[in-house]
């Protein structure tokens, strides 16, 4: 690259021949760099989310020098910078309530920094997400490396994901898990650096990246610490260099096609509901919006075609063995998109391959290993601006179901009385907490797994209709309605459910509906309810009577949307 197009594509400072380009130079200089690297290289930023506070992020610091090894080898200028990083466990009160602000942090970064280019190193569930949000309003050429998944665990002397998490809780609430047992699980559910072990939120958005063409060709599913993904990474760093070079810009991959086709992906492998809200945060930043009735006809037509856990049976590493997302990409040849672009700068028609067939974990159109609507996009007087069921992950007997409902307002009401012996419940009741969206949570923390009462545990009751304005681990499964909007405490019907109201589910329909009377309903709205609410915001929804006093919880509090339009603030998406 000659230093003219460095200096038109964002490297200026670099090639500035006045007072600014000669102090850049000469700090660079001082750090061993030579007068030639840096003014003659394209500069490309690694943004790296590496922590101590992030487990799943912890080998980014090493996969960064290979990508350094591959910018170096193509003739670019490596310069690594660090960002806030978000562990989903680490995080209080959810990774959520900060995805904005990395997303923030990286855009800044991007766009104030020498580069003409960037790799975007990320992993545990919101950090590619709001990395990917940061480089679309950003604009210059980007590349993603997911920091993959960690190994196994085993139990009992059976391989383990993440996923087994659940019902071994369970066990412990109903006394058949031991405290040795307990112990025990603390040491073996985690083995190892790199995001869950399973189809969840981390690997979903994986995948969501490489079909959006934001990451190279079969780079999503490869093991954390495997040589497999540190050629990847020097692969990544080679890529972004031809990428500067030509100039190609996320708005120019991120396409409504490659929106269609990873929304298509998430459907195909069973993937987390957070991505529906990733999407059309990340949709948003480029002045784009993902309609529902759109994505519901998308859901419509994509069948399940990896039989990956949750949803499916087998692991990550099955899937990869079958030829990863490029083999996925060419099952989908039929209904996808084909011309958009995929992360080697060529189109998914000639990146697509034909899967392996070694572990027989891909399946094909017409016989498919799961049906299709794996996502079932709700609406109805309950969720006026719509919800969002995993419908691969619920129980088919309860997806037409009508149920009394049990309210809880949080999650500390949750926790106090879900066990209790007297709770008023029964295995068709309907399981309702609200207060923790976007606003309520805020930043719609992962609860809305809600547990099943233990005195329906002790009679077998596996799963109920589950219903709030939260949000799900993509590592969780169960007939759990989420997303609610408008949340409760903004306003939505959410808010004004009493015990005992009858709500009605039908995913044949699309349907969520609070089965009581309008007049009964403006009553209810006009004496108040359990909200934390008052004043106007821009959007039209209500915010908190007190906001926050200072900082960022403010500038959440007054400026996050809802969850139909991904939950990022409303100054940062882009007007087309």
Same mark, same amino acid.
């Given at each position: ?60 610091? !090493? ?143 994986? &995948?969501?990246?490489? &079909? ?9 599913? %490869? ?17 972004? &260099? ?45 002045? %784009? ?79 498919? &290993?799961?049906?299709?609507?794996? %996502? ?85 009751? $596996? ?43 039908? $995913? ?18 006009? !004496? ?49």
């Amino acid at each position: 690259m000659s230093q003219e197009s460095t200096h038109r594509i964002g490297g200026e400072l670099m090639s500035e021949e006045g007072p600014d380009g000669l102090i850049t130079r000469a700090f660079l200089r001082g750090a061993g760099l030579s007068a030639v690297t840096v003014r003659q290289r394209p500069v490309i930023g690694i943004a790296n989310t590496w922590s101590e506070l992030n487990p799943c992020n912890a080998g980014l610091r !090493e996969l960064a020098q290979h990508v350094k090894r591959g910018i170096t080898a193509a003739g670019g200028l490596a310069l690594e910078f660090p960002t806030i990083s978000l562990a989903e466990a680490f995080t209080r009160p959810s990774s959520m309530y900060l995805r904005n602000l990395l997303a923030m942090d990286t855009e800044e970064m991007i766009t104030a920094s020498p580069i003409d280019g960037v790799v975007l190193l990320g992993g545990c569930d919101k950090t590619l997400p709001a990395q990917l949000m940061g480089a679309a309003s950003a604009g210059k050429p980007a590349l993603a490396l997911a920091a993959g998944p960690r190994p196994l665990s085993t139990w009992e002397g059976r391989p383990m994901a993440v996923e087994n998490l659940w019902p071994l809780i369970d066990q412990r609430r109903t006394g058949d898990l031991s405290d040795s047992d307990w112990s025990r699980l603390e040491g073996c559910l985690s083995c190892g650096v790199g995001t869950c072990n399973v189809m969840g939120t981390a690997v979903t958005m994986a &995948v969501v990246a490489e &079909v959006l063409g934001m990451a190279l060709p079969g780079t999503s599913l %490869l093991p954390a610490s495997s040589a497999q993904r540190a050629a990847a990474a020097e692969h990544t760093g080679r890529a972004i &260099v031809a990428r500067a070079a030509a100039r190609i810009t996320p708005d120019a991959v991120m396409t409504t096609g490659a929106f269609d086709n990873a929304f298509r992906a998430v459907c195909a492998v069973g993937g987390s509901t957070n991505a529906v809200i990733h999407l059309q945060a990340l949709a948003g930043r480029l002045g %784009l919006r993902l309609n529902p009735e759109h994505l519901q006809k998308l859901s419509d037509t994509t069948p399940m075609l990896a039989d990956v856990k949750p949803s499916g049976r087998r692991f990550l590493h099955d899937f990869e063995a079958d030829g990863g997302v490029p083999a996925l990409m060419g099952r989908l040849r039929e209904i996808a998109d084909m011309t958009a672009m995929s992360g080697d700068d060529r189109s998914w028609d000639e990146t697509a391959t034909d899967p392996a067939s070694i572990a027989g974990c891909l399946s094909t159109l017409t016989h498919p &290993v799961g049906k299709a609507r794996s %996502l079932v996009m709700l609406r109805g007087s309950l969720a006026p601006d719509g919800a969002l069921l995993k419908q691969s992950a619920a129980d088919p007997g309860l997806c037409r179901h009508v149920g009394r409902a049990v309210v809880f307002d949080g999650v500390d009401d949750l926790r106090a009385r879900i066990d209790h012996p007297d709770l008023e419940v029964d295995a068709t009741s309907v399981l309702v907490l609200r207060g923790t969206g976007p606003l309520g949570g805020p930043g719609m923390p992962e609860v809305g797994h809600l547990p099943i009462p233990r005195k329906l545990l002790e009679q077998g009751v $596996t799963d109920m209709v589950r219903i709030s304005d939260a949000r799900m681990s993509g590592t969780a499964t169960g007939t759990v309605v989420l997303h609610v909007a408008p949340e409760a405490a903004a306003g939505g019907p959410l808010a004004f459910v009493r015990d005992g109201d009858l709500i009605e589910l039908d $995913t044949a329909r699309n349907t969520l509906d609070l089965l009581v009377d309008a007049t009964e309903l403006k009553r209810r709205r006009l !004496e108040g309810g359990p909200r934390h609410h008052g004043l106007q915001r821009k959007d039209g929804t209500e915010r908190s009577a007190v906001p926050p006093a200072r900082g960022y919880a403010r500038l959440f509090a007054e400026h996050v949307t809802q969850a139909d339009r991904g939950c990022d603030f409303d100054f940062l998406q882009a007007v087309r």
